[in-house]
Every structure is written in C-alpha cells, then in structure tokens.
C-alpha cells in the first residue's frame, strides 16, 4: 500500500464546475504539499499546508491532520486548469509522492 | 530571486552509455538539493537527496549516483544507462520546507 494515495486517478469535468481532489496518507508528516504538473512536465508548487485552509484565486486546499487527509479543490474550473495534480506529504528533509490525479477540463 | 537551471532538456542515450545530468541554483545559499524521476504513468520517485556540499544520501538502489562539487550544483551520472532509466528527472531545492522544482530533462534510453 502506497503511503500517500489519492483519488481519483483521472478526471474529467466540464468548465465551470467545481473539482476534488482527495489525498490520504499513512505517514507522519510535518507539511503536505499540492503540486501542478502541466502537460510538458513542469512542475509548480501550488500549496503547502501544515493545518487548516489555504486559497489562492479559484483553489482551495485542506487538511485534516487527525484523519491524515487533504483536499484540493477547484471552483469554476478552466481547461487551463487542465493539468496532473500531486498530492506529496513531507517528512524529514524529504517528501514522498502520490500518484497523480490527470484532470482534463473541457469547454 | 531564486531560479534552477537544468540541463539538457531531452537527451536520447543508446543503452550502455554513460549519463551526466546537471542542475544548478541562483539566488540561494546551502540549499537542500533533490533528484526525482518520474517513469511514465508513474509518480515521483526521490533518488538522491542533499543537504550539503559531498553529502548526498540514495533513496533508491540502482545504477545512478549523484554528486555535489559544489553548494548550489546537483549532478546526477550513471557509467552504464538501462532501458529501465528512461524518464523524466526533476531536480528540486528547498530552503525551509518549500521545494521549487527545475524544468526537467526528459531521458530516453534506446
């Protein structure tokens, strides 16, 4: 069993609608990470979170540290948020990696 | 401001071949430094990770090493390439807890 799992593994929404995203982890962890990788392979750091909710414009991240689980979701989704979405939790110095969910936004 | 340099962008290597890949950070002192491989229809994996100049500890076994001659310069080699090495290799940093990642160079073994 992975330590940080997410679901789901793939999405696809129509633009405007609201979009989750779940990750769950079995680890202990100092921080928990939301990641952006876009089609070429880039990646951009989304959030990082240690307690509660963070926003930034149409995103919005979770935590719940007793349940060991986190959400990110999306209001009035874009293709342009088209992208996959990588939950990663942080230990000491390192973090480990969730699978991926692939969101695939249509207008 | 902070920016991570990685390169080549893509690199074809045939099967055998030796391997270097480079990544190197501006606008920071002592960073943590990172190596992950990403396989295709797979997540990231941390091969190498640094928290200072010769100190490089291997996440993974294989047959990739990683060096830092430097404080703000992260090498990743391999003397023989397999076909398993194939994928994309993301170097990160981070100063607290916040990793920025480098734009990657997408590896293919043939």
């Known amino acids: 069993k992975n330590e940080v799992e997410q679901s789901p593994q793939n999405l696809t929404a129509q633009e405007g609608e609201f979009i989750t995203i779940n990750c769950s982890y079995s680890v202990g962890i100092s921080a928990l990470h939301w990641l952006q990788q876009h089609p070429g392979g880039g990646i951009v750091s989304l959030f990082m979170l240690s307690s509660g909710k963070k926003k930034h414009g149409r995103l919005i991240a979770t935590i719940n540290i007793q349940e060991k689980h986190s959400s990110l979701h999306i209001t009035a989704s874009h293709p342009r948020d088209s992208a996959v979405y990588i939950c990663?939790?942080?230990?000491?110095?390192?973090?480990?990696f969730g699978t991926g969910t692939r969101l695939q936004v249509f207008p | 401001s902070q920016t991570i340099h990685q390169w080549p962008a893509t690199l074809v290597q045939p099967v055998g071949s030796p391997l270097s890949l480079e990544c190197t950070v501006e606008?920071?002192?002592?960073?943590?430094l990172y190596w992950y491989r990403q396989a295709a229809g797979r997540g990231l994996q941390l091969l190498f990770y640094s928290v200072g100049i010769g100190q490089i500890s291997s996440e993974v076994p294989q047959n990739l090493s990683a060096s830092r001659p430097q404080d703000r310069q992260f090498i990743l080699s391999s003397k023989k390439l397999l076909l398993s090495d194939s994928g994309f290799y993301l170097c990160?940093?981070?100063?607290?807890?916040?990793?920025?990642f480098g734009p990657g160079t997408r590896l293919l073994v043939l």
């Open positions: 606008g920071t002192s002592n960073p943590n």
């Open positions: 990663a939790v942080e230990g000491t110095d390192k973090l480990i």
């Open positions: 990160a940093w981070s100063v607290r807890q916040t990793q920025y």
